[in-house]
């Protein structure tokens, strides 16, 4: 089985600074893309931030120039750093890994548990 485990939600004020860790554990034979979505209330998910396998990054819109996605391959690991953040980043937050298990033959979605970013005076 495999399982990502996120960490590093949390209260903030506007211009604020936080960042989020998503590290996948158990079966894995490789890891494509890492990505973070977020969900606000009322709103549907959405892709905030994808980093390949190979490294390049790609961001929604809305975080060019204030979130930095990055990995680490060592330990399954993708981080997303989110500066001068704003209150309509508030949202619960959620790391996706492309995964191919051992004896799977192909790669599946996993996703982590949410974890919620408020930010607010």
């Known amino acids: 089985q495999v399982q990502l485990v996120e960490s590093g939600g949390g209260l903030v004020q506007p211009g604020g600074s936080l960042t989020l860790s998503c590290t996948a554990s158990?079966?894995?034979?490789?890891?494509?893309?890492m990505g973070w979505y977020r969900q606000a209330p009322g709103k549907q998910r959405e892709l905030v931030a994808v980093?390949?396998?190979?490294?390049?990054?790609d961001y929604a819109d809305s975080v060019k120039g204030r979130f930095t996605i990055s990995r680490d391959n060592t330990k399954n690991t993708v981080s997303l750093q989110m500066n001068n953040l704003k209150p309509e980043d508030t949202a619960v937050y959620y790391c996706?890994?492309?995964?191919?298990?051992?004896?799977?033959?192909?790669?599946?979605?996993?996703w982590g548990q949410g974890t919620q970013v408020t930010v607010s005076t």
């Open positions: 996706n890994q492309k995964i191919r298990a051992w004896f799977v033959p192909t790669t599946r979605d996993y």
């Open positions: 158990g079966r894995i034979d490789s890891i494509n893309d």
């Open positions: 980093i390949t396998s190979g490294g390049t990054t």
